[in-house]
C-alpha cells in the first residue's frame, strides 16, 4: 500500500470513528431528555447510571491491552494464545461480576433502602449491566487490534442510537420509570456487545 493509500485509509477511518464516537455520545446523552417524563425517578436513574459507570471500572484499560496484544499476534500460535488469554479473562470478569450479584443479594434490602429504589428490578438490571460493562472493553480492544473500525463504530451507534430509542419508547410510550428507562439501557448495551 502507498502512503498516499495509507492516508487515504488513516483519514477515512478516523472520520469515522470520530462521526461515530460523536452520535453515540450525543445520543447517551440524548436520555436525559426524559427527564421530565420520569418526574421524580429521574434522580434515581441518573444513580443507576453512575452504579453501571462505577461497575465499569475493572476493565477500562483492557481495550487498550487487548488491541495492542491482537495487533501483535500474526503466528497461529500467538493467535491461539490470545484466544486462550481472553477466555480466561472473561471467565474472571465473570466471577467478579458474580462476587457483586452475591453481595447484591446479600444485602439487598439495604441496596433497595438506601438508594430509595421501589422495584428490585432495577437493581437486577443493572448488577446485569455491570457484565457487559467488563466483558465490552476485551472486545473492543479485539476488534480495535485487528482494525476492525467499521464495526467498532457501528457498536458505539448500536450503543448509543439503541439505548436513546429504548428509552424514549419504553419511558415515553409505555410509561416505564426509572427501571423502564434502565432496562432501555441495557438493550442498547446488549445489542452492542451481541455485535
Not at 477515512?12 to 421524580?40: E, N, Y
Not at 466471577?95 to 438506601?114: D, E, P, R, T, Y
Amino acid at each position: 500500500m502507498s502512503v498516499e493509500n495509507q492516508k487515504h485509509t488513516f483519514m477515512r477511518q478516523g472520520s469515522w470513528m470520530v462521526a461515530t464516537t460523536f452520535l453515540s455520545g450525543v445520543c447517551m446523552l440524548g436520555v436525559h431528555i426524559f427527564a421530565p417524563v420520569l418526574g421524580k425517578e429521574y434522580s434515581l436513574f441518573t444513580t443507576l447510571l453512575a452504579m453501571m459507570n462505577l461497575m465499569a471500572i475493572p476493565g477500562l484499560g483492557l481495550q487498550t491491552v487487548f488491541a495492542q496484544q491482537t495487533a501483535a499476534a500474526v503466528s497461529t500460535e500467538e493467535k491461539d494464545s490470545l484466544t486462550g488469554t481472553t477466555q480466561i479473562l472473561l471467565t474472571w470478569m465473570f466471577f467478579v461480576w458474580l462476587v457483586w450479584a452475591v453481595i447484591i443479594l446479600v444485602f439487598q434490602k439495604s441496596f433497595l433502602n438506601g438508594l430509595q429504589i421501589p422495584n428490585p428490578m432495577a437493581l437486577w438490571i443493572t448488577l446485569a449491566i455491570g457484565l457487559t460493562q467488563l466483558w465490552g472493553p476485551i472486545f473492543s480492544g479485539i476488534m480495535q487490534g485487528q482494525q476492525n473500525f467499521l464495526w467498532m463504530g457501528w457498536i458505539g451507534i448500536f450503543n448509543g442510537l439503541g439505548r436513546f430509542m429504548a428509552i424514549g419508547i419504553i419511558v415515553v410510550l409505555l410509561g416505564g420509570r426509572a427501571t423502564g428507562a434502565i432496562f432501555g439501557t441495557f438493550l442498547g448495551i446488549v445489542t452492542a456487545v451481541a455485535l
